[in-house]
């Protein structure tokens, strides 16, 4: 009932907490390390709540399958590398059906990269990671606030898919202090839907492709494909209940931006010149909400923290261009946004002589740009 | 109950070869099972990829098939959210020390109360016969034509890592031994691991040199010794139970996983 300063990472833990998980699993790496220290802690004062700081994200990941099979809500929280590890035991975990939240908050990547720095660099991964063909759910908030609420809805989208489930932050949004009152974000929260290991059946929770009853079905395609399609469709269906997005700013004008987690925060001044999109489910991908907002919009310009991972695949949903302001090397910052939408000519005049890269107040040889100065 | 109910006969026959020695791991598990009244409420097997990782399969338990090598994440992760249940792993030798190594350095180390059967037949068997971690230096194999470069991993110097582990080493013939090992290991308040030496005739003994399957049981009758009472450690070639007399430590709640360092 207090509002306080609560950051990112901690908003997800207490959302976790919030959407009844007992089991956390994980190993310290950058920008996400906060999460893991303040569920040991959390751990320390409630015995019910069982806490693991593993030897590797490889480790992490199983365990929290193992832990959700057993009857535990269950999450781990990683960035870009650990994640790269994680992605066999996420395909494991969309072929058997295990419920499971994994928290990503971003940096750059590839490899150790600028572990720091915040980045958007893993949509794809989030994607098709793994390998074989699935089907992700996977949110990406804005504020901490939805970094809460969005955390209790991956865990009910999980129950209900029967899939780990994603939620994507990065190290500015995980780091991000905000005044909020966790307790008045309230998300009904789904119970368990998965059967707990020993009650009296005898399943077999296999990642190679077997039949109902446990025998090898590793050279039937027929079998395959049924329950390929069968839980496709699922997720697909769960995931319609999810279509998290935001539209709004200025919707007369010709141009719509496409922007996504913090990123639509440091475009805030945009505002009075462009339309907006935000989806919050990443993916599946907003095919039909996006579509129908796109047609009424002569230009599309996609900002994000990577090279178009985004960008192409609204291109190939829309089947039309759209234009790209890509924000490399954690340079996710006002200034950088503007100098991407004067690259393609595409920066508001009123903006360029408020401070865009062609007037003095220019920053062209500032640092990367703090979250204190996006609007 | 019988050892039959344990089993999943109406698969039967499995997939494994004829000749081969998880069956014997398999049949003398489900009769310790019996007679400890393990069973589908109280009991979860782990099994890891490979010919043994199908055990799971053909036993009536519910059974989680892992991916290679991490059976001990998903093991222990059980454990700690249902410390009431037996946790047993069955996985080979090349699921446990090597691609899984990691894991079973730090389930050691963290000595969680589960019990690993480890079906070691020296070689990878279900990719056609593959040198691994366990395979003798110079043995010939699919991907050693001039002989396995280096000496096999020592499962028995890693588990003793933790003095409160307990581990055993045995063979397929040996099945009193076994036997016992088996039903040891599943009271054991702790980490234990058995280390069950076992024939693969398809995809190693024949290259090795050995005629048949009972050659190779022969063998293991020929070439392996009880180690004298007392030991501390085994020799090579000799079965035996390295334990601690005393009662050993174990985390709260029979599992490690509940605080902030992993360790207890």
Known sequence: MTKRLVQGNEAVLLGAIKAGASYFCGYPISPSSEI?????????NHPEFRFLQAEDEIASANAILGASLAGAKSFTATSGPGFSLMQEAIGYGHKIGIPAVIVNVMRVGPATGMPTMPGQGDLNQTRYGSTGDYTSIVFYPSTVAECHEYTIHAFNAAEESQSPVIILSDAYLGHLNEVVDLDEINVPVVPR????????????????????????????????????????????????????????????????VVVYGITRRIVQPLSPHFALFRPIRIWPTLDKELAEVAERYKKIIVIEGSDGQYANVIERMLLRRVERVPLLGGRMSLEAVYEGLDRIGLLPKELAAAGGPGSKAGSSGSKAGSPARVG | MAVKDKLKTDLFPTIWCPGCGIGLIMQQLASVMDELDLNKMNTVLVTGIGCTGRMGAYMNFESVYTLHGRTLPIAEAIKTVRPELNVIVVAGDGDTASIGGNHLLHSIRRNPNITVL?????IYGLTGGQAGPTTPQGTTTISSPAGAAYSPINLQGLVNTNPDAYYAKTTVYHQGAMRKAIKEAIQWPGFAFIDVASQCIENNGRRIGYSSAYEMLQGYKADYKPAPKGATRLEKNQIGIIKKEAEPAVGPAGSSQNNGDGQH
């Open chain 2, 118 to 122: 480890c079906n070691n037949n020296e």
């Open chain 1, 36 to 44: 893991l220290a303040q569920a040991s802690r959390y751990a320390a």
């Open chain 1, 193 to 256: 839907t998965m059967e707990p290991l020993a009650s009296g059946s005898t399943r077999l929770f296999s990642g190679v492709a077997t039949y109902p009853d446990g025998e090898p079905a590793t050279a039937d395609s027929d079998e395959f494909i049924r329950q390929y399609i069968e839980s496709r469709d699922c997720r697909l269906k769960v995931a319609e209940k999810y279509a998290f997005h935001e539209y709004g700013w200025n919707k007369d004008s010709d141009t719509l």
